[in-house]
């Protein structure tokens, strides 16, 4: 019971974030005009993600925000072929970005590491002959879903890895573009370790 309690909660918060990912704020030159515009700009945006800072942290956070709000106005001068705006992480540290949601680890269930095949086989090789350099696969029929968010402290990117390439390859075999459950391989996938980490190789098994 507490479990399903447990499980609904994240189901809402990954799809809470999955809507705040795609809506970021954008920064406009009036925003960087003075500390007060700034402030505003940054109270703003915690209204938008709801974020509750103490008062303490708060001073912190806004030397932090104010650094990545002016590393994204920069950025958006530039011709790059894309912008950026201020997401969810707008007033972290890439260093804490990272620690939180950067888990990615290769342990095992059985708390062993993995040891992870660097070298290209002949076949993948020959396989990559003839190729494109790159292929954007967000061109009409796309075969990727919206972007996810992996939980906090939890290592499943193997889960995210094999989610995304199984709904890539359906959507490219049957022109159906379906998101499927990370979490599932999270909670399910007995043959990988959950948070702790795992590969999306052995949860192709799974699926
Ligand atoms: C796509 O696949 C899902 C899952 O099998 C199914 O529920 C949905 O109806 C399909 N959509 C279309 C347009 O065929």
Request: proline content about 1%; hydrophobic content about 35%; glycine content about 8%.
């Amino acid at each position: 019971m507490e479990r399903a309690l447990e499980m609904m909660l994240l189901v809402a918060i990954v799809l809470a974030a999955t809507t705040l990912v795609a809506l970021g704020m954008d920064i406009k030159d009036k925003d960087l005009a003075s500390e007060d515009s700034l402030r505003a700009l940054y109270e703003r945006w915690c209204e938008h993600y709801r974020v509750a800072r103490d008062l303490d942290d708060k001073t912190r956070r806004f030397n932090v925000f104010k650094e990545n709000a002016h590393m994204i106005h920069k950025f958006n001068q530039g011709d790059a072929p894309y912008k950026l705006s201020l997401n969810l992480f707008g007033d972290m540290t890439d260093e804490e970005v990272h620690r939180a949601y950067g888990h990615c680890s290769n342990i095992k269930s059985d708390g062993r590491k993995h040891r992870q095949q660097g070298r290209f086989t002949d076949d993948a090789i020959n396989a990559r002959k003839g190729l494109p350099s790159s292929v954007d696969w967000r061109r009409r029929p796309s075969a990727v879903t919206k972007v996810k968010l992996q939980g906090v402290h939890c290592g499943s990117c193997w889960a995210f890895a094999a989610t995304a390439a199984v709904e890539g390859i359906n959507s490219i075999r049957t022109r159906n573009l379906t998101s499927l459950s990370t979490q599932q391989l999270v909670d399910c996938d007995k043959g990988n370790g959950g948070c702790k980490g795992g590969f999306a190789k052995l949860a192709f098994k799974y699926i």
